[in-house]
């Protein structure tokens, strides 16, 4: 039962308080944003990035700036926000760090989604593809949480299994239809691995309001979910009504990670490495996870998205290529250290 | 000590011995019919005579040039499958492992994606012969299965940090094949998916001859090992006390397993799903015995993926529908059904 | 229609099933208000089943449990539990959350979802962490501690909840001898200065004659004796519940029985079933 976690017997007590914590973040949010908007293919200077989001000059640069580094500007940091938090709670819920949105299977089965509502139902609206993603997502959620609890109880093994076998159930589906439909092959597939890059400006606004939900959800939930970390027993004893806590959670899950995916696809990993950062940063609590965990997924995602401009330059990576490796080496220095 | 027979009472014994036949039976009916069936119909009489060394010149083209082998690298490939997923069933003692999930399948595509990548030239066409491609698709495969166990170490004889070692190399397998999709033409794109959804269709007899070749030994290792697999409702420390080397032992069923996916991945491409399904239709008609369960899962296996192949010739021509994909339709549900009903093994 | 000072607690035809199987069969037992009942019996005999019914964690359970009279299925989870607090059986936490954030786990059923963090909670918290001596290792993770100490601080999350009644199933079961003794005082102790009353499962005779007040032979879902240690530690008592042939002494230290098992007894003539 002893893991390497545990392992310093000197008191670990926080060196950082949670509101220092806050701050640094929020202050590297901002530094990542900026580099956001002035590193790429160009890279523009400060006032030209001012010039171009205040004074609308109608310039080349204006044009980029405000029209393509803009958006992804805002929609990296919200759908990295979504899936930190989302991933926290997906780590309470299931009582194992490994977990994570993707390694549940919603990721696929929001892919699943969209790739079945465009190349099945010609869906090509953003919007429409966006509400697909989220509706797929909602439906992964409960089925796999929902199998996987009911028979037999929730066991590591058993979520883990689930969730990868439903992923590539999932992944299966989509290389096929991707295969029907070769012209969208492409793109299909750029946006299947994760990215920020060519979104407009507009799902950042539909994606805001259902981050947003999911984040008052799960602060609401923090009391409950703080005493879910321990076993049933003790968590009933202490008044939670369990059932509903994990419902209202999971509910909470579906709306954050279906947001993300909506606005910028599959983004693997990001789910299951915030959560471990928050955690050394802020301990346990909820009330403190869920805020780290968003402004930490956010910084995350930011710079990812940044470091994909330039990986393979001066072609674009997908985001996704890059959390995916950087979160499966994370992933593999956990295991490898048994500190999950 | 464990014998590789059954240990039943004589009845049970009969009683299951009568189901492996008729599953044999069944298995030669469904080969002849996926041999008669297509594009054009051959009766079944012709195939037989075929077989038998007569017949028509074209009628024998058709059977031995191109039905045959699809049918016989899906038995094979099938087959190898399902016994990979016999094995990791049992060593894990849950019947959710499957081949898929141990990251062979994604570094089988990253190795076929990298081979499209580096052998073509600028008019998009292959500088070497594609009967390399099952090659690197194999490289890819162990590369990843070898990854897999050497970063897991010690840790390997757990079953679920073995699999979360091979979420994360499929993750960066994956992450790869992505990139190199995109970064290569369309052309290397739509090719590699469509290995990646899984067909039998462009399998030669020299392709078939190496999956043999390759096979052969394996399975007898495999089946050499099978014979000590502990009684599935057996635990660890029990196990052990019966004087199995347990990590020594998981760790090379665990790689055996994974050789065989690799080798039958490394042709068909992605069906990994087979492996799921398989062993539970094996233990549910012929139980636990080890002998039955293997034979009854190979077959099970080379006859869905014969099927799945003969369904995607019959009903969807003239697309060229991969037999993944109906493995895959077929294995939805299936799937749900199995994790809602009462779970009898250790979760 | 309280009799003259009744139980803090009256179980009544508390009736039990698992499927089939009747695990309590119409049990009925009092528990005395400011004392320290402990129930035991061999295994399989319902218990901790029963215990935990005390606590509502059962669903489908039919009979009363009173609590000072009022029926606990009337009350509220979180009301209930700012009565009874409960310490499970094997309690499992992450292995690298402090000490400080277990107990302050126990402050819950005092909290309304949007309120914050108070004064009152963290006077609960401290004094439940004094009162286990645990203070100095608040910060430490609970996966770095020792038996013992981790015992003692999953005691102290339940004292944070400051109930009246504390339940607590098999504690001292993976300890060692001198923790047992350590966790058992400490539970004394708060008994004797606090006044709260305790139900604990014991799985040890001799620990629970020794730290009872009020002890309870729990027999295949029944009550099958309740009173004083000294009239329950009775060969033919322990004989026919325990199926142990067994010597009673008085302990020399404590003025308590305590039981020297000789071996298995012979088969109670009973019907067989």
């Known amino acids: 039962m002893v893991s390497t976690l545990a392992m310093s017997p000197q008191s670990q007590g926080l060196r950082l308080g949670p509101i220092q914590v806050y701050a640094g973040l929020i202050l590297l949010l901002g530094l990542s944003m900026l580099m956001s908007l002035t590193l790429g293919y160009k890279i523009y200077s400060l006032d030209q990035v001012w010039m171009a989001l205040f004074a609308h000059d109608g310039s080349e640069v204006a044009v980029v700036i405000a029209g393509l580094r803009l958006p992804r500007a805002l929609i990296a940091p919200l759908a990295g926000a979504a899936l930190g938090m989302a991933g926290v709670m997906v780590q309470t819920l299931s009582r194992n760090r490994i977990a994570s949105p993707d390694t549940l299977g919603l990721n696929a089965g929001a892919s699943l989604a969209v790739v079945v509502a465009s190349i099945m139902f010609g869906v090509q609206s953003l919007a429409g593809l966006s509400l697909a993603a989220a509706f797929g997502a909602f439906v992964t959620a409960i089925v796999v949480f929902g199998v996987a609890a009911s028979a037999g109880g929730l066991s590591p093994l058993k979520i883990v299994l689930v969730g990868v076998t439903f992923a590539s159930l999932s992944h299966a589906f989509v290389e096929v239809l991707l295969t029907s439909n070769e012209a969208q092959l492409q793109q299909l597939l750029f946006w299947l691995s994760g990215a920020f890059v060519d979104r407009p400006i507009a799902l950042f606004y539909n994606g805001l309001p259902v981050v947003i939900i999911g984040a008052v959800i799960g602060i609401a939930l923090s009391r409950a979910l703080d005493a879910l970390q321990a076993d049933d027993s003790t968590a009933a004893g202490l008044g939670v009504p369990l059932a509903a806590v994990r419902g209202l959670a999971f509910v909470a899950v579906a709306l954050l990670t279906g947001a993300a995916v909506s606005m910028a696809g599959p983004v693997a990993f990001v789910g299951l490495v915030v959560p471990h950062a928050a955690r050394r940063l802020v301990g346990l609590r909820h009330i403190h996870q869920l805020p780290a965990a968003a402004l930490f997924g956010a910084v995350y995602a930011t710079l990812a998205d940044v470091a994909a401009r330039f990986v393979i330059y001066p072609v674009e990576a997908p985001v996704g290529a890059i959390t995916a490796v950087v979160g499966a080496i994370v992933l593999l220095v956990l295991l490898m250290r048994r500190a999950a | ?347 | 229609m309280a009799d003259l000072v009744p139980s803090r607690i009256e179980v009544r035809d508390l009736t039990l099933m698992y499927g089939h199987d009747t695990v309590l069969d119409a049990l009925n037992l009092p528990i005395p208000r400011g004392k320290v009942t402990v129930l035991a019996g061999p295994n399989g005999c319902g218990k901790s089943t029963l215990l935990r019914a005390i606590r509502r964690l059962h669903t489908g359970q039919k009979g009363q449990i009173l609590l000072d009279g009022i029926d606990i299925a009337s009350l509220g989870a979180k009301d209930l539990a700012r009565q009874i607090g409960l310490l499970a059986q094997n309690p499992s936490a992450p292995p690298d959350m402090t000490v400080e954030e277990l107990v302050r786990l126990g402050r819950y059923p005092h909290q309304a979802m949007l309120q914050p963090w108070s004064e009152k909670d963290g006077v609960a918290v401290n004094r439940a962490m004094d009162g286990t001596g645990v203070t100095g290792l608040k910060h430490r993770r609970i996966g770095s501690l020792s038996g013992g100490q981790l015992q003692r601080a999953w005691i102290a999350m339940v004292l944070a909840q400051e109930t009246d009644v504390i339940c607590l199933d098999e504690p001292v079961n993976h300890l060692d001898m001198a923790h047992q003794l350590d966790c058992l005082d400490l539970v004394s102790k708060l008994n004797k200065e606090d006044g709260r009353t305790i139900v604990l499962v014991l799985h040890d005779l001799n620990l629970a004659a020794r730290y009872a007040d009020q002890l309870v032979f729990v027999h295949e879902g029944h009550v099958r004796a309740l009173g004083q240690p000294e009239e329950l530690m009775k060969p033919e008592l322990l004989a026919e519940v325990f199926e142990v042939d067994a010597a009673i002494m008085t302990d020399p230290v404590h003025g308590r029985p305590i039981c020297i098992p000789r071996g298995r007894a012979k088969a109670a003539v009973k019907e067989l079933a």
């Open chain 2, 1 to 347: 000590m464990s014998t590789l027979a059954v240990t039943a009472p004589a009845g049970r014994r009969f009683g299951i011995g009568a189901i492996v036949l008729i599953i044999v039976g069944l298995f030669v009916l469904l080969t002849l019919a996926a041999i008669a069936f297509g594009s054009t119909w051959i009766p079944l009489e012709t195939v037989a005579n075929v077989i038998l060394g007569g017949g028509e010149k074209t009628e024998k083209l058709v059977v031995w040039q191109l039905r045959m082998p699809r049918v016989m690298a899906a038995a094979i490939a099938g087959a190898a499958i399902s016994f990979s997923g016999y094995l990791l069933q049992r060593i894990t003692r849950n019947e959710l492992a499957s081949p898929g999930v141990l990251g062979v399948v994604d570094g089988a595509a990253l190795g076929v994606v990298l081979f499209l990548a580096i052998f073509s030239n600028e008019s998009n066409a292959l500088t070497v012969s594609v009967a390399w491609q099952p090659l690197a698709a194999a490289i890819g495969a162990l590369t990843a299965i070898s990854l897999v166990f050497i970063l897991s170490g010690r840790q390997s004889s757990s079953a679920i940090r073995l699999l979360l070692f091979g979420i994360a190399i499929a993750a960066v397998a994956k992450a790869l094949t992505t990139v190199f999709m995109l970064v290569g033409p369309v052309y290397q794109a739509a090719q590699a998916a469509r290995w990646l959804a899984g067909a039998v269709n462009a399998i030669s007899w020299s392709e078939i001859q190496i999956m043999a070749i390759c096979l052969v030994p394996t399975v007898l290792v495999a089946l050499w090992l099978a014979k000590d697999l502990p009684p599935a409702d057996l635990d660890d420390v029990s196990s052990r006390s019966i004087g199995l080397n347990l990590p020594v032992y998981r760790i090379a069923v665990f790689f055996v397993a994974a050789v065989l996916t690799s080798i039958a991945v490394a042709f068909v491409g992605g069906v990994g799903f087979l492996g799921l399904i398989a062993p539970h239709l094996a233990r549910l008609l012929v139980g636990r015995s080890r002998f039955a369960g293997i034979l009854t899962s190979c077959l099970l296996g080379a006859m869905m993926l014969i099927g799945a192949d003969l369904l995607v010739r019959v009903v969807f021509t003239p697309l060229e529908v991969p037999a993944g994909t109906v493995t895959a339709i077929v294995g939805a549900p299936y799937f749900l059904f199995l994790l809602m009903r009462k779970d009898k093994t250790n979760g």
